[in-house]
């Protein structure tokens, strides 16, 4: 047994220091970024916001929704080829751009994603998703996926530390998911008490990332848009969010009405109920480790975006950052002891 005493960070253990800014309105601040791949060598170029591959957040809708304002849609891996290929048929071109297709590392998996792939060619971004990075035999698959699609832009992941963001960037893939434990319906911690702080993660794991040429999503822990602004300033590339893009027209998850009040269901991909809908209940390598919530119902997910990329407009403008690519740089966390006022409730 060993013990790290270094203090590891959340994004609820810091602030971000206000800089002198020449910035006159936050009207100047461009939330686009351009990234060069380093393995699949593509470019891509949008708001590096991904919505979560969770069959409750990225659904279809909610692809065509983001896609108008240039945000990813990690597209949930249980849409059938023929369900894609009627998605795909009435797209513009420009939807590639910001759809990932999402896969896990099973034999049923694989043969899924290369038909899918066969069958659409122009689709980019692939998504590994497991929720233990840690494996070798999810290295192996990510080499093997390099190996099949040489020009695919792969997101692989979950982990949260430096040496294994390097192991899957050597692996072949070119983004990597960050985060265990931090999403607002896992239960990793509770069951597992395996976890790590988000923001460190995110600071460590886009240090090994960048010295490879290689970029990270963080994954999961954002509940306003404070967090986010503070995993772009911490390093994250990409944020990846599934709660705050819940229960919206565009979001999946059954609608319940109780005492006059809609909710849509948002539930953990390895939930009891994502189980029982997926997998016959049948727990597969993934132990139950997801709860399910109800979410008020929010209506379009538009004003969310809207909601989400002002706060990270402003946070720009308080660090004097033209463009979202300068905000980690020109982030200092204080770390502190309070986050908001709650005397009028959270
Ligand atoms: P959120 O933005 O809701 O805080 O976090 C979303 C992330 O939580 C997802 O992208 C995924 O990484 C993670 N996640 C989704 N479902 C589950 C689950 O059932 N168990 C665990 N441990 N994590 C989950």
Redesign the pocket.
């Known amino acids: 047994m060993r013990i790290e005493n270094e203090l590891k960070l959340g994004f609820k253990d810091v602030m971000i220091r206000p800089k002198r800014s020449t910035l006159k309105s936050r009207s100047q601040v461009s939330l686009e970024r351009n990234f060069n791949f380093v393995n699949s060598k593509k470019q891509w170029s949008g708001v590096p916001i991904i919505a ?3 069959d409750t957040v990225g659904t279809f809708e909610m692809a065509i929704a983001l896609s108008k304002d240039k945000i990813i849609t990690a597209v949930h891996k249980h849409y059938t080829l023929e369900e894609w290929t009627a998605f795909l048929a009435n797209q513009p071109y420009s939807i590639y751009d910001y759809i990932a297709l999402s896969t896990g590392i099973g034999i049923g998996d694989e043969e899924k994603i290369q038909q899918i792939v066969n069958a659409h060619p122009k689709i980019n971004f692939l998504c590994i998703d497991v ?1 233990n990075g840690y494996s070798e035999h999810f290295v192996d698959f990510v080499k093997k996926m390099r190996g099949f699609f040489p020009d695919k832009t792969i997101i692989a992941g ?1 982990v949260v530390t430096g040496e294994m963001v390097e192991e899957l960037i050597l692996a072949g893939a070119d983004v990597i998911k960050v ?1 265990i ?8 911690r509770i069951k597992t008490g395996v976890g790590y702080p988000q923001l460190s993660a995110i600071i460590e794991c886009a240090d090994a990332a960048h010295g490879l040429g290689g970029h990270i999503i963080s ?4 509940k306003i848009p404070g967090d986010i602004a503070k995993a772009f300033g911490g390093g994250a590339d990409f944020v ?5 893009f819940a229960g919206h027209d565009e979001s999946g998850g059954e609608i319940v009405e109780e005492n006059g009040k809609k909710y849509r269901l948002f539930y ?4 009891q109920t ?1 189980m029982d809908k997926h997998s016959g209940g049948i727990a597969e390598y993934r132990a139950s ?2 709860k399910t919530v109800k979410v008020s119902y929010k209506g379009a997910v538009a004003e969310t975006v809207k909601d989400i990329l002002g706060g990270v407009r402003s946070t720009c403008t308080y660090v004097g950052a033209a463009q979202l690519r300068e905000l980690s740089k020109r982030t200092t966390f204080i770390r502190v002891s309070e986050q908001e006022n709650q005397i009028f409730g959270g």
């Open positions: 979560a591959n969770m929720a979950n985060g434990g931090p999403g607002s319906v896992c239960t990793t994954d999961g822990g954002c990846m969010l599934g709660g705050m953990g991909m390895s939930s994502a480790e997801g």
